[in-house]
């Protein structure tokens, strides 16, 4: 159980061009999901938390106009990474989180590696 | 300010002897710590937390991890190390009063056969 998915795994685009990156709970209801970046051989950053219905809380120094966040359903989450440069080329992992309870654990997807050329 | 703190950007252990991969944390409230390792080009896979309780949690693939609230450690071990645990390790912590997790710098776990 826990399974989270991303799509896609990897994506080639061009500067100024949009992409969409879908983050989906596949067998259970997630009350919060989270939004991360990791550059090469480092380690996590958080870039937004959101909850099924409301708007995304971004950390600070996100762009949020840059990075829109979508949290449509308990099972679906998206980020749209929009007007895409060089700079946004990174790998972007979702997490899920079951319920309301600090105390959850965190589950995350497979990852969706970005590069804009 | 949370910090987490992964002291060793490698291990080198060889097959079937135990490993230790280090994590110490700065917070103020109460933690929540969390273990999860990373094969290459993949997301986290959970692999235990500490909430409250026992000091020593297990968890998956025989690892377990000590918490011990006077040194602020969080160490994870394993009795006998395999090969396949060879990946990157990142310790976690978030507190009471956030879902936000601080991850460690993460810790390359190589495993020799």
């Given amino acids: 159980g826990a399974v989270v998915s991303q799509h896609p795994s990897w994506v080639i685009c061009k500067s100024g061009?949009?992409?969409?990156?879908e983050c989906r709970s596949l067998d259970f209801?997630?009350?919060t999901m989270f939004w991360y970046r990791q550059f090469p051989k480092q380690s996590l950053m958080l870039m937004a938390t959101s909850n099924e219905g409301s708007k995304a809380t971004y950390e600070q120094g996100v762009e949020k106009d840059k990075f829109l966040i979508n949290h449509a359903s308990l099972t679906l989450s998206t980020l749209?990474?929009?007007?895409?440069?060089?700079e946004d080329s990174s790998f972007y992992i979702?997490?899920?989180s079951?319920?309301?309870?600090?105390q959850e654990t965190q589950y995350?997807?497979?990852g969706t590696r970005l590069l804009v050329l | 300010a949370q910090s987490v703190a992964q002291p060793e950007d490698q291990v080198n252990v060889a097959e079937g002897n135990p490993l230790t991969v280090k994590c110490t944390y700065s917070v103020s409230g109460n933690p929540y710590l969390f273990w999860y390792v990373q094969y290459p080009n993949r997301g986290l896979q959970f692999l235990l937390k500490y909430i409250t309780g026992d000091n020593l949690v297990k968890g998956s693939y025989g690892?377990?991890?000590e918490f011990n609230k006077s040194q602020t450690s969080f160490h994870l071990k394993k009795p006998s190390a395999l090969v396949s645990d060879s990946a990157l390790y990142f310790c976690a912590v978030s507190m009471d009063?956030?879902?936000k997790l601080i991850f460690g710098s993460g810790t390359r776990l190589l495993v020799r056969p």
């Fill in chain 1, 29 to 31: 209801q997630a009350t």
């Fill in chain 1, 80 to 86: 749209t990474v929009t007007s895409a440069h060089p």
């Fill in chain 1, 17 to 21: 061009t949009s992409v969409k990156i």
């Fill in chain 1, 108 to 110: 995350f997807g497979p």
């Fill in chain 1, 94 to 96: 979702c997490s899920a």
């Fill in chain 2, 63 to 65: 690892f377990e991890a």
């Fill in chain 1, 98 to 102: 079951r319920g309301t309870d600090l």
């Fill in chain 2, 97 to 99: 009063s956030s879902y």
